[in-house]
């Protein structure tokens, strides 16, 4: 029987990654991109940006926005809350008890969202309202993914917590499928590969668990805590962690392939990073953002911001977009980290874009969205 749901789980895992890039068309419905986490949008950004629409979702940090549906979805400090991509008018808003920091991921017309009271809510996209909730023992930072096939009646919502459980929910229903309990704080969120869950921790253990039950297949250390999501590309899991390395780990063997950091880093990782062909970018509070070869581990080329770097690269094709806590929005080229175009917003930004067809939307941590399209 394990070996029998092994084996769906591959398969609905490798559907679920298909169905997320054919939504992904229109929008960006879940953080990172896609169940692998690796942080590709499926199109290109606008020609040449301008500031369509700025709106506001309440008076503090907010989330990581998403786009679904001709919406754009933010969480905040007081609620989740829903524009119109187009303009940016409100179409609705949710007031919770405790805010909401975790990125929300939008599935089959429902949004999936954690609160920092540890409340996991399963919401309309449409208007809003509550489908169902479940609770957590802590806070739940990090966004929800999903496994899954094309019935909707299989599919599943994964998402940690700060009481060190990896939890897997009915997504129909939000009744508790399993538990995976680890070592300390799980903060970011984690990436579906084949039959894995796979994740980083606060015990500085990258995790893989088995989707089928929940059970550990392996834990990998990486040297200090991750506060970021993994990414996974053709079998190998990157991540980052907190003493500022870059790590590359096979997924079939659990070795270390390389390490990235020392003294090419000289402050923390607190982003996620992004795999796009044969290079990984990731974002430093050392206000640098980091391409390195996949293949070796060895820098290609970085870019140097005025701040730190909190909020996590998209790659649009040739171009990377990101923000930094100098209050800019930064393009560069892919092939050499040379600018493009950037944009001053004047307060600092530590919340990952989200790029949709003609459109990418940024937040700052005062809890104003801008949304940015074609001249």
Same mark, same amino acid.
């Given at each position: ?18 169905? %997320? ?18 942080? %590709? ?129 009915? !997504?129909?229903?939000? !009744?508790?499928?399993?538990?995976? =309990? ?34 550990? #297949?392996?834990?990998?250390? #990486? ?13 190998? !899991? ?8 870059? %790590? ?31 290079? %990984? ?12 070869? =996949? ?9 140097? !911001? ?12 040739? =171009?990377? #977009? ?38 990418? #939307? ?5 809890? =104003? ?7």
């Amino acid at each position: 029987m394990r070996e029998v749901l092994t084996n769906l789980f591959a398969t609905v895992a490798l559907l679920a990654g298909l169905a %997320v890039a054919a939504g992904d068309a229109e929008g960006w419905p879940c953080f990172r991109g896609g169940p692998q986490l690796n942080g %590709v949008a499926p199109g290109p950004l606008p020609g040449t940006p301008r500031l369509s629409w700025t709106a506001r979702a309440g008076r503090g940090p907010v989330s990581a926005p998403v786009v679904a549906n001709g919406l754009v979805f933010v969480g905040s400090d007081d609620g989740v809350y829903a524009f119109k991509s187009a303009d940016g008018k409100p179409a609705w808003k949710l007031d919770t008890a405790a805010a909401i920091e975790a990125p929300p991921l939008v599935l089959d017309g429902t949004i999936f969202v954690g609160a920092t009271d540890g409340t996991f809510y399963a919401l309309d996209a449409a208007q809003g309202a509550v489908r169902w909730k479940s609770q957590a023992g802590d806070k739940i930072t990090g966004s929800a993914n999903w496994a899954g096939g094309p019935d909707p009646d299989s599919r599943r919502i994964l998402f940690g917590s700060h009481d060190s459980t990896l939890r897997c929910l009915d !997504a129909a229903t939000g !009744a508790t499928v399993w538990e995976s =309990r680890t070592g300390s704080y799980i903060n970011g969120t984690p990436a579906v590969w084949q039959d894995l869950a796979v994740f980083g921790a606060c015990d500085g253990q990258l995790h893989l668990v088995a989707l089928a039950d929940g059970k550990s #297949v392996a834990d990998i250390a #990486v040297g200090s805590y991750v506060p970021g999501s993994p990414a996974v590309a053709d079998g190998v !899991a990157y991540c980052v962690q907190f003493e500022g390395e870059l %790590v590359a780990v096979d997924m079939a063997t659990r070795a270390i392939l390389w390490r990235y950091g020392g003294q090419d880093v000289a402050g923390p990782f607190f982003s996620s990073p992004a795999v796009a062909g044969d290079t %990984v970018l990731a974002a430093s509070r050392d206000h640098k953002l980091h391409a390195v070869d =996949r293949r070796t581990g060895k820098a290609l080329w970085t870019f140097p !911001a005025r701040g730190e770097i909190d909020a996590s690269p998209v790659v649009c094709g040739d =171009r990377v #977009v990101f923000s930094s806590a100098d209050g800019r929005v930064y393009i560069v080229k892919l092939a050499d980290g040379s600018r493009v175009w950037s944009y001053e917003i004047g307060t600092a930004l530590s919340a990952t874009p989200a790029v949709a067809r003609n459109l990418f #939307v940024v937040v700052d941590d005062d809890g =104003r969205v801008y949304a940015f399209s074609a001249k």
